[in-house]
T-cell receptor, first 115, second 117 residues
Framework: DVKVTQSSRYLVKRTGEKVFLECVQD?????MFWYRQDPGLGLRLIYF???????EKGDIPEGYSVSREKKERFSLILESASTNQTSMYLC??????????????FGPGTRLTVT | KQEVTQIPAALSVPEGENLVLNCSFT??????LQWFRQDPGKGLTSLLL?????REQTSGRLNASLDKSSGRSTLYIAASQPGDSATYLC????????????????FGTGTRLTIIP
């Protein structure tokens, strides 16, 4: 079974702090994704990566950056956390485009509160 | 721009009933559609994935259908149980347009299902 893990289930940070959210997958997937989920807005893609050191902006990249130094690990970075970044953050992974389904597998989520 | 709608936002049904959840999308040029389940405060669990060439997929008591031309998918749950209570999300993926494909999933906002014992 695919396993996607996220470093924290709950996180509380102060405004202005630098925040790192870590995601690790154990299935050698090429693609990894970061989403945020907010009531009434659903899931929105922040960034995705299709290879080590490669990244693409999603729908809402402002205020975020990402890092993918190793294939299994994809980090989301909030350079200076703000209260409007309080949200549920979900990581996902999938096989590369040559596969037919691109089915995404999700981690358990990190509930981030910025005070 | 692809938009995905799930109506109703919430649904309550008595245990044992069969039920249908709806998903509609505006751009019919989809590659596939995926149904997920999300329990409160948790991540997403993939239930079924239907390729654009398929009409339906089944897994246990779940059956998902796809009508691309009308921009609709349904998730049928047979003999509902209290453990089926969760939010159900559908997501569509557009057809790949490059070697890297179009990895973006567009999600609906979900239907929160409550099964009443």
């Amino acid at each position: 079974d695919v396993k996607v893990t996220q470093s924290s289930r709950y996180l509380v940070k102060r405004t202005g702090e630098k925040v790192f959210l870590e995601c690790v997958q154990d299935m050698d997937h090429e693609n990894m994704f970061w989403y945020r989920q907010d009531p009434g807005l659903g899931l929105r893609l922040i960034y995705f990566s299709y290879d080590v050191k490669m990244k693409e902006k999603g729908d809402i990249p402002e205020g975020y950056s990402v890092s993918r130094e190793k294939k299994e690990r994809f980090s989301l970075i909030l350079e200076s956390a703000s209260t409007n970044q309080t949200s549920m953050y979900l990581c996902a992974s999938s096989l590369a485009p040559l596969e037919t389904s691109y089915e995404q597998y999700f981690g358990p989520g990190t509930r981030l509160t910025v005070t | 721009k692809q938009e995905v709608t799930q109506i109703p936002a919430a649904l309550s049904v008595p245990e044992g009933e069969n039920l249908v959840l709806n998903c509609s999308f505006t751009d019919s040029a989809i590659y596939n559609l995926q149904w997920f389940r999300q329990d409160p405060g948790k991540g997403l669990t993939s239930l079924l994935l239907i390729q654009s060439s398929q009409r339906e997929q089944t897994s246990g008591r779940l059956n998902a259908s796809l009508d691309k031309s009308s921009g609709r998918s349904t998730l049928y749950i047979a003999a509902s149980q209290p453990g089926d209570s969760a939010t159900y999300l559908c997501a569509v993926r557009l057809f790949p347009i490059s070697n890297f494909g179009n990895e973006k999933l567009t999600f609906g906002t979900g239907t929160r299902l409550t099964i009443i014992p």
